[in-house]
């Protein structure tokens, strides 16, 4: 079973570009060397301003590790610039998965 990290936040007017090529060039990266990485996704709304990160991890200890390891957190952090609003995260398990 994976289990998944959910990252959602309102932008502020007109930062969605720079907040996707901070994701691809920063976070990315970072997220790609963490034990238990499987993927994520960074979805944005460009016209509501809003973007959703999710992640997902091949075990909830791997994802746990990564949030309290620091670094994750800290290239998340660079995103904060572009937030109009407090960010939300909630956790799931990935109950079905189809390709």
Known sequence: MLYARIFQVDLQ????PQAVE?????IAPVLKVQPGYV??????NTAANRCLAVMYWDNEEHRKEAETNGEVQEVFDH???YFA???SIDYYEVAVQTF
């Open 85 to 87: 609003g407090q960010p």
């Open 39 to 44: 993927t994520s996704r960074f979805l944005t």
């Open 79 to 81: 995103l904060a610039p």
């Open 13 to 16: 007017p007109g930062t969605t």
């Open 22 to 26: 901070l994701f691809r060039n920063a």
